[in-house]
T-cell receptor, first 113, second 109 residues
Framework: DTGVSQDPRHKITKRGQNVTFRCDPISEHNRLYWYRQTLGQGPEFLTYFQNEAQLEKSRLLSDRFSAERPKGSFSTLEIQRTEQGDSAMYLC???????????FGPGTRLTVL | AQRVTQPEKLLSVFKGAPVELKCNYSYSGSPELFWYVQYSRQRLQLLLRHISRESIKGFTADLNKGETSFHLKKPFAQEEDSAMYYCALCPYNFNKFYFGSGTKLNVKP
């Protein structure tokens, strides 16, 4: 499968713990996006990378959230001191510059107990 | 501020009936609008975009700037069309999508 992949697919954690998710984009895509989707809602934009540079962050991305894309390939999203309100599906997408279509991964479902 | 509204959470129709999934948006500039679809146990995928003016799987959508709408239509629904449909708006710089809350289409036999 040459599409966007995400790991893990499911994560259950206790409140206060840190979690890290990984996203591997389609290999030739230089743009990478993170979205969060809660039950009954559409995906909400969190942050966006062009190559290794993080160019935009949503106000949804509190200080407990950090994202990296160190070599312009895979990306990680870390949530520190998780809260129950962080429970959601975290989606990654990638695209090429100038191309509208974003290709989505399967998502990581986070449950904070 | 950008906003995408899909007023129907669930739309149920019988096979062969026409379908219209509503999408309204608010955006100060000239938007790029898209429909994404998510079939059961699959990932989000692009269905169509207004700039291409194409028909995919029998679906079409016309951008109406006067009514700020981008409704998705299909004249004869099929059971395999059952899925979640999301309308999305992309600002001019293509840096992100703003999604609506989605409409679940259920096509009954």
């Amino acid at each position: 499968d040459t599409g966007v992949s995400q790991d893990p697919r499911h994560k259950i954690t206790k409140r206060g713990q840190n979690v890290t998710f990984r996203c591997d984009p389609i290999s030739e895509h230089n743009r990478l996006y993170w979205y969060r989707q809660t039950l009954g809602q559409g995906p909400e934009f969190l942050t966006y990378f062009q190559n290794e540079a993080q160019l935009e962050k949503s106000r949804l991305l509190s200080d407990r959230f950090s994202a990296e894309r160190p070599k312009g390939s895979f990306s990680t999203l870390e949530i520190q001191r998780t809260e129950q309100g962080d429970s959601a599906m975290y989606l990654c997408a990638s695209s090429r510059t100038g191309i509208y279509e974003q290709f989505f991964g399967p998502g990581t479902r986070l449950t904070v107990l | 501020a950008q906003r995408v509204t899909q007023p129907e959470k669930l739309l149920s129709v019988f096979k062969g009936a026409p379908v219209e999934l509503k999408c309204n948006y608010s955006y100060s500039g000239s938007p790029e609008l898209f429909w994404y679809v998510q079939y059961s146990r699959q990932r989000l995928q692009l269905l169509l975009r207004h700039i291409s003016r194409e028909s995919i799987k029998g679906f079409t959508a016309d951008l109406n700037k006067g009514e700020t709408s981008f409704h998705l239509k299909k004249p004869f629904a099929q059971e395999e069309d059952s899925a979640m449909y999301y309308c999305a708006l992309c600002p001019y710089n293509f840096n992100k999508f703003y999604f609506g809350s989605g409409t679940k289409l259920n096509v009954k036999p």
